[in-house]
């Protein structure tokens, strides 16, 4: 689908969406760019939390901008509708009538490529699964998690033997530029909108969920070397719970001595 709307001299309004640090960085980049420009922010739905390294947190980023903070989905369905919902790591689920919110577009700015790595700790898995490139993803939001029409990706080689860090940590960098690059045409409407179905016969589909990291974690004495090094770079990732090896019936935490001892 193409879409053929463009912005007028009115301004867009626009609701964001978002936490940890990655929502910090979009955050302020359309404060700073876009709003009370072309763009007017009607309202922050957040959290305090400072997940990701970030010093601020996107509702401090809210606060010191004058920005309503919304706190609640309930209060949320009882504001006015904007053009747009921008939603970067939003901690909560939301429901048709949250989306339906915005007259034009909801877009999610999701850091992994679709429709391969839909759901929760996408670096883990990928590093889990041998995956030669990663990616992120700017997709329409609709009700069924991570699905939506693809807008913008970008798309990166991983690193050989890479850790679940240093995977975030490029994703994070080419998230945070696939937003700035883009977020512009989205509020004008020079975009299309890409059905993730159109990759069935060259990409592969999955979803995972949070609590499928656990498992993850759980290393098996018995397991080939390259095995137990490969589950270690995907779940060693300070400050989260270590992984564990599971030896003779017992759970031990691992630290990177044991991996660089393999």
Request: aromatic share 12%; charged share 25%.
């Given at each position: 689908?193409?879409?053929?709307?463009?912005?007028?001299?009115?301004?867009?309004?626009?609701?964001?969406?978002?936490?940890?640090?990655?929502?910090?960085?979009?955050?302020?980049?359309?404060i700073d760019n876009h709003h009370n420009?072309?763009?007017?922010?009607?309202?922050?739905?957040?959290?305090?939390?400072?997940?990701?390294?970030?010093?601020?947190?996107?509702?401090?980023?809210?606060?010191?901008?004058?920005?309503?903070?919304?706190?609640?989905?309930?209060?949320?369905?009882?504001?006015?509708?904007?053009?747009?919902?921008?939603?970067?790591?939003?901690?909560?689920?939301?429901?048709?009538?949250?989306?339906?919110?915005?007259?034009?577009?909801?877009?999610?700015?999701?850091?992994?490529?679709?429709?391969?790595?839909?759901?929760?700790?996408?670096?883990?898995?990928?590093?889990?699964?041998?995956?030669?490139?990663?990616?992120?993803?700017?997709?329409?939001?609709?009700?069924?998690?991570?699905?939506?029409?693809?807008?913008?990706?970008?798309?990166?080689?991983?690193?050989?033997?890479?850790?679940?860090?240093?995977?975030?940590?490029?994703?994070?960098?080419?998230?945070?530029?696939?937003?700035?690059?883009?977020?512009?045409?989205?509020?004008?409407?020079?975009?299309?909108?890409?059905?993730?179905?159109?990759?069935?016969?060259?990409?592969?589909?999955?979803?995972?969920?949070?609590?499928?990291?656990?498992d993850l974690k759980i290393i098996n004495?018995?397991?080939?070397?390259?095995?137990?090094?490969?589950?270690?770079?995907?779940?060693?990732f300070p400050p989260f719970e270590p992984?564990?090896?599971?030896?003779?019936?017992?759970?031990?935490?691992?630290?990177?001595?044991?991996?660089?001892?393999?």
């Amino acid at each position: 689908m193409v879409i053929a709307f463009f912005a007028s001299e009115m301004k867009q309004s626009v609701y964001f969406l978002g936490t940890k640090e990655i929502g910090v960085r979009c955050l302020k980049y359309l404060i700073d760019n876009h709003h009370n420009k072309d763009v007017t922010i009607l309202g922050v739905l957040t959290n305090s939390r400072r997940l990701g390294g970030s010093q601020e947190s996107v509702s401090e980023i809210a606060k010191e901008n004058n920005l309503k903070i919304i706190e609640t989905l309930e209060d949320f369905e009882k504001s006015p509708n904007a053009d747009f919902i921008i939603s970067v790591q939003y901690h909560k689920i939301l429901k048709q009538k949250h989306i339906d919110k915005a007259n034009k577009l909801a877009v999610n700015l999701h850091m992994a490529p679709l429709p391969e790595y839909r759901g929760c700790n996408q670096f883990s898995f990928a590093i889990v699964d041998q995956a030669k490139t990663f990616g992120t993803t700017l997709h329409q939001l609709v009700r069924q998690a991570d699905s939506g029409p693809i807008i913008f990706e970008q798309r990166f080689k991983i690193p050989n033997e890479a850790f679940v860090k240093d995977l975030y940590d490029i994703t994070f960098k080419e998230s945070v530029n696939l937003f700035e690059q883009n977020v512009s045409n989205i509020f004008l409407g020079d975009y299309n909108l890409i059905p993730q179905e159109n990759f069935e016969n060259e990409r592969d589909f999955s979803f995972h969920f949070r609590n499928e990291i656990e498992d993850l974690k759980i290393i098996n004495e018995d397991w080939p070397t390259e095995k137990k090094k490969r589950f270690f770079r995907a779940t060693y990732f300070p400050p989260f719970e270590p992984p564990k090896l599971l030896k003779e019936g017992e759970l031990i935490q691992l630290t990177p001595d044991y991996y660089y001892s393999l």
